[in-house]
């Protein structure tokens, strides 16, 4: 046998031992591919260095060549016609991102062809290397419970592991963080089908206050004050702070504007899990820490907040909501010496409830 034959024989065998093992420890073309994407799919079998096996840009411009809205609808893997789930899909860039200079999160952040084999859905990795806390491992076993699937092993479930898709990432964000140092709310939902969706780049849902409020709203986080109710059926009171049927464009109330909740909620903690109202003549901000209804300390804190709009200069000179109405003006002077407060002790909100 000649040395070039030997030596073209041996590379061969070079060659086919780089192919992983097939089911019987065989090695073979098939076994080289994962379960639903040909090697060609994305790869350039024949363009030489390693920079040059990638057809696309590998993070995004690969994925979205098949997977955008105007992507095939099915790819040919090895004569079965496989159907392609189609986007938009956004990159995760959130405002967190930006102002504390991380980079976006694209498709190979998360997903990797070599996840296939794995028990993840979606191709979701096993282990996730994580831009702050090094690699971490991911369990994402279900859809979340809108869907009907379980809140264990889903999107970020509130255990103690940390280990969902959604939060093993995570050390600013207001809820689900990968150490448990921040909320946990709707845990074991279905996080991408309404609120924090694929073709939004994961960001919330937005659209207003009345969006999320329109509907009780538990932030899971277990202080004191809980969850939210829903209050924008409560806009339809007979009596209530603005007045939703004088607004002008057709208004509806869920569809007030943000600064009509901004004028009286302080949003700089937003999600913290208290709630926090604006001094409307600038003073600091009020942090409730139960409910006022129940809690005679936190009920006495709202004097000073409802005064503050009910004084001579309205809201710090302007007035507080889009209506265009003045708030009723209290003699803060005679009310300190009035009976129900100098004798009986008696605040606002024993008399008066929200103003929603």
Not at 318 to 337: I, K, M, N, Q
């Amino acid at each position: 046998m000649t040395a070039r034959r030997l030596f073209a024989m041996s590379a061969m065998v070079a060659m086919v031992s780089l192919l992983p093992a097939g089911p019987t420890g065989s090695r073979g073309s098939l076994a080289g591919q994962e379960p639903l994407h040909n090697c060609s799919f994305c790869h350039d079998l024949h363009g030489g260095a390693f920079s040059q096996l990638t057809q696309r840009d590998v993070n995004v411009d690969l994925c979205q060549g098949c997977h955008s809205d105007v992507g095939p609808d099915f790819v040919d893997r090895d004569g079965v016609q496989v159907p392609v789930p189609k986007g938009p899909f956004g990159i995760h860039d959130g405002s967190k991102h930006s102002s504390l200079g991380r980079d976006p999160t694209a498709c190979w952040d998360c997903h990797n062809h070599e996840g296939e084999a794995g028990p993840n859905l979606a191709m979701i990795q096993d282990g996730m290397p994580t831009p702050l806390s090094g690699n971490r491992a991911v369990t994402f076993l279900s859809r979340g419970t809108d869907l009907g699937q379980p809140a264990a092993n889903s999107f970020a479930d509130g255990d103690a592991l940390y280990d969902g898709v959604c939060e093993v990432c995570h050390t600013a964000t207001d809820q689900h963080r990968n150490d448990g140092s921040a909320g946990t709310h709707n845990a074991g939902a279905t996080c991408t089908l309404t609120c924090h969706t694929h073709e939004g780049g994961f960001a919330g849902a937005g659209g207003g206050c009345t969006t999320c409020h329109a509907s009780p709203q538990d932030n899971s986080d277990g202080v004191p004050v809980g969850g939210r109710r829903a209050i924008v059926a409560e806009f339809d009171r007979s009596s209530h702070h603005v007045d939703w049927e004088s607004l002008p464009n057709g208004l509806t109330p869920d569809s007030i504007p943000d600064a009509d909740c901004e004028a009286c909620h302080d949003q700089t903690s937003h999600q913290s899990g208290y709630i926090w109202l604006k001094d409307a003549d600038g003073g600091p901000s009020i942090q409730l820490l139960d409910d006022p209804r129940t809690s005679a300390t936190e009920a006495a804190k709202l004097e000073a907040f409802c005064l503050a709009c009910h004084d001579a200069d309205a809201a710090g000179g302007g007035l507080p909501f889009s209506d265009g109405h003045s708030p009723y003006a209290v003699d803060d002077v005679l009310w300190t010496s009035a009976s129900h407060n100098a004798t009986g002790g008696y605040t606002c909100w024993d008399c008066h409830d929200t103003g929603h």
